[in-house]
Each structure stands twice: as C-alpha cells, then as structure tokens.
C-alpha cells in the first residue's frame, strides 16, 4: 500500500518564523501536489512538481522534489498568519488514483 | 481560472433520505472525483469519472453511487443516508489523470 507520511502533523509558530513541512513515500510517483486548505473550504492547489530534484517557488514558498521523486518539502520564509491552514500533499504513480497525506495543521501566530 | 462549484455548503439530513450532492466544473475537464475527508483520516477516494457515463469505484464506494450525464456535471448519491456518511465531501476534476486536481469549496453533510 501507497502511503505519504507528512510530518510534522501539528506546528504553531511566531509570525516571522521560518518552517519547513515534509511528505515522504518509500514509493515513486510522477507528480506530487501541494495544497493549502482553509476551514471549512476545500483544498486549494499551490504547485505541481514532476521532475526528480525540482525547486519551485511561490512568494515566500519554496517546493521541492526530492532527486528520486518519493518526497518533497515545503518551505516557508518569515511565515504570516494568512499562511495558517492544513498543508495536504497528493501523488500519483501516473494513474488517476491520488494518494494524499494526512496533513500538517500550521498555526501561525501574530 | 479553473472553477469548480458545489451545490450546498452545507446540508442536514435525516437517517434514510436520499441525499444528492452535485458539482459543477467549467474548465471542460475530461475527469472528476468525489472524495469525503474526516478528522485523522485524510481524503478518501469514493468514485471517479474518466468520461461522460464512465466511473470507476474508489475506496470506499459503498453506500454511494454517482451519475455523470454530462461532462461538466458529477453527481453524488447517498441512497439512504445513515450516520456515518456525516462528513465533508469535496469534489475536484482533472485534465489529465496524471496532473493536478482542482477542488470545489466542499459540501459539509451531516446525517441525523
């Protein structure tokens, strides 16, 4: 069975702080998502990553792709308090099933 | 933008009903999911579409069925709620099954 551990599963930080999530697999997979998920609201995507070794960057976060695609982490510089929510990641081996973590619940403090 | 919309946000039902849930997208995309989320369980793949009157059972089917008529459109259907299909249902779709599924707002069902 296909599991992604995300880890840590609870983080509450200062405003200013900086933090770094992670998903890891002992399987490969294709693509790997990461989502942003507000209360009450459904998963909203922040980027895709596909290559072994990837960085990509939105503002004040940083993805990557671990160099044999089976984990990925996220980065966050100088976190906010709009960036609290429940950070999902999701992979596929390249069929339409997903696998999605269980999340990691961020709180960021003023 | 890709947009995909949910009938409820919020629905309260009784033990028996016949519950629909329906959602909507608009980027013309070829697949489309339902899923429930609970509390330590994460999202759990309920059904899948690939095309017009095509779906694939997920991981937990049982209890549900779906009907996709048209290819904007996927339909949930509780045939007879009972208690434990209390939960937040959310929806995505896909261009591809490889990349990227894009979520609607979620529909939080509570059967008494």
């Known amino acids: 069975t296909q599991l992604l551990e995300q880890s840590p599963q609870f983080l509450s930080i200062q405003e200013g702080e900086n933090l770094t999530v992670y998903c890891n697999s002992s399987?490969?997979?294709?693509?790997l998502q990461w989502y942003r998920q507000e209360p009450g609201e459904g998963p909203v995507l922040l980027v895709t990553?596909?290559?072994?070794?990837e960085v990509k960057k939105l503002k004040r976060l940083t993805f990557q792709f671990g160099d044999a695609r089976k984990d990925s982490s996220l980065h966050i510089t100088a976190a906010q308090p709009g960036d609290t929510g429940l950070y999902l990641c999701a992979a596929t081996s390249g069929t339409y099933k997903y696998i999605f973590g269980t999340g990691t619940r961020l709180k960021v403090l003023a | 933008d890709v947009k995909v919309t949910q009938s409820s946000r919020y629905l309260v039902k009784r033990t028996g009903e016949k519950v629909f849930l329906e959602c909507v997208q608009d980027m013309d995309h070829e697949n489309m999911f339902w899923y429930r989320q609970d509390p330590g369980l994460g999202l759990r793949l309920i059904y899948f579409?690939?095309?017009?009157?095509?779906?694939e059972k997920g991981d937990i089917p049982e209890g549900y069925s779906v009907s996709r008529e048209k290819k904007e459109r996927f339909s949930l259907i509780l045939e007879s709620a009972s208690t434990n299909q209390t939960s937040m249902y959310l929806c995505a779709s896909s261009s591809t099954p490889i990349y990227e599924q894009y979520f609607g707002p979620g529909t939080r069902l509570t059967v008494t």
């Open positions: 579409s690939y095309d017009v009157k095509m779906k």
């Open positions: 399987s490969v997979f294709s693509s």
């Open positions: 990553v596909v290559t072994g070794g």
